[in-house]
Nanobody, 115 residues
Framework: QVQLVESGGGLVQAGGSLRLSCAAS????????MGWYRQAPGKQRELVAV???????NYADSLKGRFTISRDNAKNTVYLQMNSLQPEDTAVYYC?????????WGQGTQVTVSS
């Protein structure tokens, strides 16, 4: 069973930065796509960013330029660097990993941005 463990969330003031980490229990080479999603209170879970096995990245249009997804293959870890955070970025952030016929979610990490 694959486990994804997120860390790095917390409370930050508007304009600040956080870096989230997602550590996988197996090699991230096993996954076609890894990504970050978020869910704010009362809202549906939405895509933040994904990184495909070849290294291509995609972002939600509204987050381009502020968020950066990256990975460290040696550490089996995917990161999300978040800059210029705003109160509307407040949400639980989830890591997701996808193989051809299966997908896995982490438990989520809370990010709260105060105004």
């Amino acid at each position: 069973q694959v486990q994804l463990v997120e860390s790095g969330g917390g409370l930050v003031q508007a304009g600040g930065s956080l870096r989230l980490s997602c550590a996988a229990s197996s090699s991230i080479f096993n996954f076609n796509v890894m990504g970050w999603y978020r869910q704010a209170p009362g809202k549906q879970r939405e895509l933040v960013a994904v990184i495909i096995s070849g290294g291509t990245t995609n972002y939600a249009d509204s987050l381009k330029g502020r968020f950066t997804i990256s990975r460290d293959n040696a550490k089996n870890t995917v990161y999300l660097q978040m800059n210029s955070l705003q109160p509307e970025d407040t949400a639980v952030y989830y890591c997701h990993a996808k193989r051809t016929f299966s997908g896995y979610w982490g438990q989520g990490t809370q990010v709260t941005v105060s105004s």
